[in-house]
């Protein structure tokens, strides 16, 4: 199989586009009960892979700290009845001796810190916008130019990192990178027990190359909060673009422990499994993907990806097609399909007309700038006697690799100018040479499992 046969883009790629998307794939599921809306997630756009989850894509937002009983009572209205001592004394200056509303308000009014602090977590239940949380934010500081009890100025700091992760997630969403990652950096500041903020900073680092920075950051994540899956994931999904396919898996065991039926973690899984040559462990968890997502057609073509390189063509084609029935602007259903028809050993697969077909669809739904679908093309147009054109799209191939990266384009353009199509070869499963998708025939791998949940020749 090629280079792309887990179906993956580098990093670089994912992240390019994904603060300019509305879903990159989420600081998902949060334990606490959400005050504030969250932001829309921002799932990169991208076919068949994974990004770094992104930032400020809470499937909750973060909660509101919760301020002292003191500032929740005198918001909702309420007499205070706790630290009577310190209310009755005239020396009293971060407390609240009556609420701010009607006669007793006139009488004992908060004092200016305490009403600094009770102004921000009042506007922080309603934020939305920019201006909104650079007001909570300028709030706190006014009240920590007061004198504050240690209580109230910890919950100012508190309030105040709230604001500024949450300012961040907006900027973020707006596409200004540094002045997002400034924002968290000034959270973390406030509070270095966010754990959001840590997060966040974390992927603007991911974004900017900072990989190092990236992966101590997630580790921080993970330290202040361990059930947080998209910490593990996100490590995980920087080890499997570093090439660190084994240690890429532990992390995403580690995050299906807490979410063992995550699509998204499964289907990353399956792609480090099947670059490590474990094809039963891959076909698992693809097939899982496609039970857990009702019908995952990125799972789809990958699993038909690991069938194509192993030769269970039927099963493959298979896949291929359920793919672009599911998602007909998969571009890389399109162009694996087109692969196994045009340079399948069995001529009974091969269908010379349709790869080219789909080889053309998979350019234009991509965008016309992947090496790989003008490879495709180039095998279509061989295999359909068409060398000329076979060459020029071998070329442009060539032309849009990598550094590098040119050899195996190159060498099926040796083949095109000698007017040869190119046959691929199916890897040997040493393991199991009969492995099929049914649940009778592949068995459990040495970890826990489900049997396999779908059968593909029916």
Same mark, same amino acid.
Request: hydrophobic letters at 40%; one cysteine or more; proline letters at 6%.
């Given at each position: ?267 990353? !899984? %399956?792609?480090? @499994?099947? $670059? =490590?040559?474990?094809?039963?462990? &891959?076909?698992? #968890? *693809?097939?899982? /993907? +496609? ?11 990958? !699993? %038909?990806?690991? @069938?194509? $390189? =192993?030769?269970?063509?039927?099963? &493959?084609?298979? #896949? *291929?097609?359920? /793919? +672009? ?134």
């Amino acid at each position: 199989m090629r280079s792309n046969a887990c179906g993956r883009k580098s990093l670089s790629t994912l992240l390019s586009v994904a603060f300019v998307a509305t879903s990159v794939c989420a600081l998902r599921a949060q334990e606490e009960t959400p005050d504030v809306q969250a932001p829309p997630r921002l799932v990169a756009p991208v076919v068949g892979e994974q990004a770094v989850t992104e930032i400020g894509a809470d499937v909750e937002a973060p909660s509101i700290p919760s301020p002292p009983a003191t500032i929740q009572k005198a918001s909702a209205g309420e007499a205070v009845a706790e630290q009577q001592a310190e209310l009755s004394s005239p020396e009293a200056t971060d407390d609240v001796s009556a609420p701010p509303s009607g006669e007793a308000a006139s009488e004992r009014q908060l004092k200016p810190g305490v009403q600094s602090v009770l102004s921000a977590y009042e506007k922080a239940q309603t934020a939305e916008t920019l201006q909104e949380y650079a007001d909570i934010i300028d709030l706190c500081a006014a009240a920590r130019q007061a004198e504050l009890s240690e209580k109230f100025a910890t919950y100012a700091r508190e309030l105040s990192s709230w604001a500024l992760n949450r300012r961040g997630e907006l900027l973020a969403e707006q596409s200004h990178v540094e002045r997002a990652a400034e924002a968290f950096r000034l959270a973390i500041v406030e509070n270095t027990e966010n754990w959001r903020a840590v997060h966040n900073l974390a992927v603007s680092q991911a974004q900017a190359g900072r990989r190092d920075d990236a992966i101590a950051g997630f580790a921080r994540t993970i330290e202040l909060n361990p059930k947080f899956v998209n910490a593990y994931f996100n490590r995980g999904e920087l080890s499997y673009e570093a090439g660190e396919y084994k240690q890429a898996i532990e992390d995403y065991n580690e995050a299906l422990k807490l979410a063992p039926k995550d699509a998204q973690i499964r289907n990353s !899984r %399956g792609h480090a @499994y099947h $670059q =490590l040559g474990e094809f039963r462990r &891959a076909v698992i #968890d *693809f097939t899982l /993907a +496609i039970k857990y997502d009702n019908g995952n057609a990125e799972a789809m073509a990958n !699993r %038909g990806d690991v @069938y194509l $390189q =192993l030769g269970f063509y039927k099963y &493959a084609i298979h #896949d *291929f097609l359920q /793919a +672009i029935d599911t998602d007909p602007q998969l571009a890389r259903a399109y162009q694996s399909a087109a692969w196994l028809m045009a340079t399948c050993p069995k001529e009974e697969f091969r269908d010379a007309e349709g790869a080219v077909e789909a080889a053309i669809t998979a350019i234009k739904l991509s965008g016309g700038q992947d090496p790989q679908d003008f490879d495709t093309l180039a095998a279509a147009l061989a295999n359909a006697g068409r060398f000329e054109q076979a060459q020029k799209a071998a070329t442009k191939a060539i032309q849009l690799s990598p550094a590098g990266a040119e050899e195996p384009f190159a060498a099926r353009l040796a083949l095109y100018t000698q007017n040869q199509p190119y046959r691929s070869t199916p890897q040997p499963l040493d393991e199991n040479p009969e492995l099929r998708p049914d649940p009778a025939e592949i068995q459990q791998s040495s970890f826990e499992e489900p049997p396999h949940p779908d059968s593909v020749g029916q």
